[in-house]
């Protein structure tokens, strides 16, 4: 392992490496949000932990009044893989060569830093600003995501307490901190597929029915299926096996059973019922003997326009000078669970290009250009 260079001093990176040092693997937040209710309360936020099963939730709030602006992240984070690999210990937060070293200094402890230091200069600076200001956190992103923003969202919906605009401080941007705004996602529809054949020696396949060559044909067939052409706001919907499995270890044996996992990234070209029925029509086209079970973890969700955009565009170009793209390609976030409540939703965060990688850093420049674009928002959206 490397050693670290000279500290650069800021508020966002001292709040930055305190989160970094705490091993905060899903589902374990490991005190970061207790860290930020520190932080926060004695600016007026109060705190109201909304736990479900083991994953820890904060929804903090200062105001009661309309427009309720929320910021929304999550303190957990993936695996290091082999720590060996690392330039740095991955939870030391290290500095070297203007970058900070660590998981989730990117993805999305950064993005939580220099949301959390925006807001605390913005309420010291405008103690009577209009309306409310929200933190929702979980500890689920990264995992299931069964019990952290999702509940939250049902837990506000039934009590009413309606966010109107949310930043999600997912990382975002490309190449530069503000040269992509998320402001949309596509939708996630999964499936996991077994198709059944009959097991049997190799010597003879007359007594057998391998899987693998029944499914063949049909998989070439679903690989080159075009499912729509996208549209202004959504690239083409995608589909991907992720994992394929049959056989028994043994050379002289044909499976009896090949499971496959594959997912579809979806525009609003194309619903969910509509994929599961075309992929149930191939298969019995096919003449197999299948099993088959979907999971639906995302509609796609879409904010084309509003105050919100409009703020974050501003504050971006008056910050970085940049004229920031809008995008709704790569994954799926938590801000699916929050759209779907009218409220208008942007991710906005630091560069992505090392999240979930071994060596994850960010750019400690930026992070202070982030946290200037926040208090920017804040403005736009709260004076």
């Given at each position: 392992?490397?050693?670290?260079?000279?500290?650069t001093?800021?508020?966002?990176?001292d709040?930055?490496?305190e989160?970094?040092?705490?091993?905060?693997i899903?589902?374990?937040d490991?005190?970061?949000q207790q860290?930020l209710s520190?932080?926060?309360?004695?600016?007026g936020?109060?705190t109201?932990k909304l736990?479900f099963a083991?994953?820890?939730?904060l929804?903090?709030?200062?105001?009661t009044e309309?427009?309720l602006?929320?910021?929304?992240g999550?303190?957990?984070?993936?695996?290091?893989?082999?720590?060996?690999s690392w330039?740095?210990?991955?939870f030391?937060?290290v500095?070297?060569?203007?970058k900070?070293?660590?998981r989730g200094?990117a993805?999305?402890?950064?993005?939580?830093?220099?949301?959390?230091?925006?807001?605390?200069?913005?309420?010291t600076?405008?103690p009577?600003h209009?309306?409310?200001?929200a933190?929702?956190?979980?500890s689920d992103?990264?995992?299931p995501?069964?019990?952290?923003?999702?509940?939250?969202?049902?837990?506000?919906?039934?009590?009413n307490?309606?966010?109107?605009?949310?930043?999600v401080?997912?990382?975002?941007s490309?190449?530069?901190?503000g040269?992509?705004?998320?402001?949309?996602r596509r939708?996630?529809?999964?499936?996991q597929?077994k198709?059944?054949?009959?097991?049997?020696?190799?010597?003879?396949?007359?007594?057998?029915?391998?899987?693998i060559?029944?499914t063949a044909?049909?998989l070439a067939?679903l690989?080159?299926?075009?499912w729509d052409?996208?549209?202004?706001?959504?690239?083409?919907?995608?589909?991907q096996?992720?994992?394929?499995?049959?056989?028994?270890g043994?050379?002289?044996?044909?499976?009896?059973?090949?499971?496959m996992?594959f997912n579809?990234?979806?525009?609003?070209e194309?619903?969910?019922?509509?994929?599961?029925?075309?992929v149930?029509a191939?298969i019995?086209?096919?003449q197999?003997?299948?099993?088959?079970?979907?999971?639906?973890?995302g509609?796609p969700?879409?904010?084309?326009?509003?105050?919100?955009?409009?703020?974050?565009v501003?504050?971006i170009?008056?910050i970085?000078?940049?004229?920031?793209e809008?995008s709704?390609?790569?994954?799926?976030?938590d801000?699916?669970?929050?759209?779907p409540?009218?409220?208008?939703?942007?991710?906005?965060?630091?560069t992505?290009s090392?999240?979930?990688?071994?060596?994850?850093?960010?750019a400690?420049?930026?992070l202070?250009?982030?946290?200037?674009?926040?208090?920017?928002?804040?403005m736009?959206?709260l004076?």
């Open positions: 392992m490397s050693r670290p260079t000279a500290k001093t800021s508020r966002t990176l709040l930055l490496k989160l970094v040092s705490r091993p905060s899903t589902p374990d490991k005190g970061c860290l520190n932080k926060l309360e004695p600016l936020f109060k109201e736990d083991e994953v820890e939730n929804w903090l709030r200062k105001g309309a427009p602006f929320c910021f929304a999550h303190t957990d984070v993936v695996p290091t893989g082999p720590v060996d330039k740095f210990d991955p030391q937060a500095e070297e060569d203007g900070l070293y660590g200094t993805d999305m402890k950064g993005g939580i830093a220099a949301f959390t230091i925006a807001c605390e200069r913005f309420v600076d405008y009577d209009k309306g409310s200001i933190f929702l956190i979980t992103e990264e995992g995501a069964k019990n952290g923003t999702v509940k939250v969202i049902e837990t506000l919906e039934a009590r307490e309606k966010i109107d605009c949310c930043i401080g997912e990382p975002s490309s190449k530069k901190v040269d992509v705004i998320k402001n949309g939708g996630s529809l999964g499936c597929l198709i059944i054949g009959k097991q049997g020696h190799v010597a003879y396949p007359h007594l057998a029915n391998n899987p060559h029944l044909p049909m067939e690989i080159a299926m075009q052409k996208g549209n202004d706001f959504f690239p083409p919907t995608t589909f096996v992720s994992n394929l499995n049959a056989g028994t043994a050379s002289n044996v044909i499976p009896g059973i090949l499971e996992d579809f990234r979806f525009s609003t194309i619903t969910p019922e509509e994929i599961q029925e075309k149930e191939l019995n086209k096919h197999l003997d299948f099993e088959i079970n979907w999971s639906l973890s509609m969700f879409l904010t084309a326009e509003g105050n919100l955009l409009t703020a974050a501003v504050a170009k008056d970085t000078g940049l004229e920031t809008l709704t390609s790569g994954g799926t976030s801000g699916r669970f929050i759209a409540t009218g409220a208008q939703v942007l991710e906005l965060g630091p992505n090392t999240i979930h990688q071994v060596n994850e850093c960010v400690i420049e930026e202070d250009i982030l946290e200037k674009i926040y208090y920017r928002i804040l736009e959206i004076l």
